[in-house]
Structure formats: C-alpha cells, structure tokens
C-alpha cells in the first residue's frame, strides 16, 4: 500500500470501492410505498415490507453475503445468528425508508425518540459557533434530522453527494415537497467548503458521514473492530479546519416507532484529522456492536 509520506495511513490510490455513491432503488417501489403510507398506513407499508424485504434476502445474494460474512467474520456471530441478523437488517433498513417518507409526509406525530446527550447539542448551538455532526450509514440519520429539526435548530445542513436516481428525487419533490433540510451537494469547485463555512457562521449544525470513501479518494486507514478500514479523509479535514465544535451523532431505531439518539461530548480543542478519525472509529465501533442489525453499508468495508 502507498501512503502519503507526511500523512501516514493515508493512501490517494485506492482499489475499486464496491460502493459507488449512488442511491438504490427505483422509481415504482417509491410510489408504490408513498401510495400505502399516505392512504393504508404505516402499520400496513411495514407489513408489506416483512415480504419485500424477505425477498431480497433470499435473492439479493452480494448484499447479504457482505452482511454475513461481516456478522460471521468480524463481529463473530454464528452461522445461524447471523442469518436471522441479516434478514432483520434488510427488514430494519426498509422501515427506514418507509420512516423517512411518513415524515416527508407530515406523519412526525407516529414516531417517538429518546435523546442521550441532547444536552450537547444545546450547548454547542449555545456557542454560537454552528456545530459539525459526523455521523455514519447506521440507523436512520435522516430520520434524526427530522426529529432533531425545530427542537434544537432551525436548520440543519446536510453535506452529500447528490448522486441519487434524478426521477427518484424528482418524484419525491412533487411528492412530499422534497427534503426538509439543506442540502450541501459536493462538488469539483470546492463550493461545498464555502457553503459549510458560510452554515457555520450563521450558527447553523452541518451533518456529515463520515463512513463511506469513493474510489480514488484519498482515505485514512485505521483499526476497526479488529481489522483494517478506510475511511474517507475529506469529512475529517473539514471538521479539523472550522472553528467549530464536533459531535459524533447516531440515530438508531430501538421500536417499531421510536428512534434513539446519542451524541458525544464536543470536542472543542484543534485537532489533527487523524486524531479525529480515530475517535470516530472508536465511537462507531460502541454502536455497531450495540446495534448490528443497523449496520448498512452492502459492501466489503474492509476490502484492501
């Protein structure tokens, strides 16, 4: 492996990621569930997902391969319970997407949540300074934005790649009137970082994952549940850059209709990316094996 001479750990000559940035799914599934959520209910989209999602277990086989290989061999399930995790991963990540649209819908008044450290939050918006949230694909981040929205700030910035299905998102904005946050696209120019600095001077909260590199991207390589991973350098970057404070921030769902937030104390003092990167890992590290069945990243997370 290569590395950068002044950065060990990190390599800007990546092997081919089997993530590529985009969004999955398709056009009739997301009107299909708009249909039922809008007209039959929530407890009826969840009922039809025990079916859908039980077929892409049975057929969709790289997706569940990774998970079972990634139950098995890195956080060491049994054959069996593995099996029954994955089938309830893909299960949990449907109710997601179904979560995230009731509440595009005005559905928020079904959903409940618990907040662990909504003290740091506040304190951070107390500041001035606007916040940084690194999170990652485990539970349903979207959903804590919604539910995060309005009851500690007004806005809450969303730093992405805008790499999803264009009629996808064209439906969902004629749908549900689009996103209830503020999308900071990623882009070649740079634009984005001005975009951030400028959310942050106005004391706004830029959430970020912090989980997932594209391929060719430079990336830091760090020990993660007793193996190697790369994670992607520019969210870390960006956080060690601003005068703002940083949290760690997860949202996972605990019941049917309720989400449990965390957030970790801010870290307040400069630090370098790696440094921040390390704590990352170590946080997400507690929340994958507090929750394994949330875990949704469907690719090797450790390929080399």
Partial sequence: MSQSPDR????????????????????????IFFFFIRFLGLGFAYSLLRIVTYYYYLFASKPRNVLMDFYQHTLHFSHS???KLARKNFYIFGQTLVDRTAFLLGKHEKFSHVFENEQYLIDI??????????????????????????RITPTINIVMLDAEVENIKKFMEMATGGSRFKIIAIKDDLSHVIAIRNALINNEFVAIHADRYMEGAR?????FLGKKA???HGPFVIASKFDAPITFVFAAKDRT?????????PIQEKMKPEQIAALYAAELEKK?????????NYFDFFKQ
């Fill in 81 to 83: 319970e593995a099996k």
């Fill in 125 to 150: 918006r107390e500041q001035g300074k606007g916040g940084i949230l690194l999170s990652a694909h485990l539970g349903n981040w979207e959903t804590a934005g919604n539910l995060l929205k309005g």
């Fill in 8 to 31: 060990p750990g990190i390599d800007t000559k990546s092997e081919k990621s089997a993530w590529d940035g985009k969004t999955k799914g398709t056009l009739a599934g997301y009107k």
């Fill in 257 to 265: 209709h309720s989400y449990h937030l965390s957030a970790t104390a």
């Fill in 230 to 232: 790369r994670f992607p």
């Fill in 288 to 296: 994958v094996k507090q929750y394994p069945e949330q875990w949704f």
């Fill in 219 to 223: 990336f830091i390589e760090l020990d």
